[in-house]
Nanobody
Framework: QVQLVESGGGLVQPGGSLRLSCAASGRFFSINNMDWYRQAPGKQRELVAR???????YYADSVKGRSTISRDNAKNTMYLQMNGLKPEDTARYYC???????????????WGQGTQVTVSS
């Protein structure tokens, strides 16, 4: 069973920075896309950033220019560096990964439990 564990959330003042991590553990062949999503109270879960296995990235307009997604394939870990945090960034941040089970490319989605980010003075 593959597990994704997020860390790095917390309470930060507006303009501050946080670095979120998502570590994958368990047995798998490889990991394709890894995503960060977030969900604020009363709102739908939204895609924040994506990184492919090859390192290509995507950012939602709301975080573009303020955030950097990266991954360390040797450590099966993904990161999200967020700078210039705003109150509207307050949400629970979830890691999602496409876990490849075998050499045929069969994969499934795995979600982490999330880490809370609160931006407030």
């Amino acid at each position: 069973q593959v597990q994704l564990v997020e860390s790095g959330g917390g309470l930060v003042q507006p303009g501050g920075s946080l670095r979120l991590s998502c570590a994958a553990s368990g047995r798998f062949f490889s990991i394709n896309n890894m995503d960060w999503y977030r969900q604020a109270p009363g709102k739908q879960r939204e895609l924040v950033a994506r990184i492919t296995s090859g390192g290509s990235t995507y950012y939602a307009d709301s975080v573009k220019g303020r955030s950097t997604i990266s991954r360390d394939n040797a450590k099966n870990t993904m990161y999200l560096q967020m700078n210039g945090l705003k109150p509207e960034d307050t949400a629970r941040y979830y890691c999602n990964a496409k876990i490849v089970m075998d050499a045929s490319g069969n994969f499934y989605d795995r979600w982490g439990q999330g880490t809370q980010v609160t931006v407030s003075s």
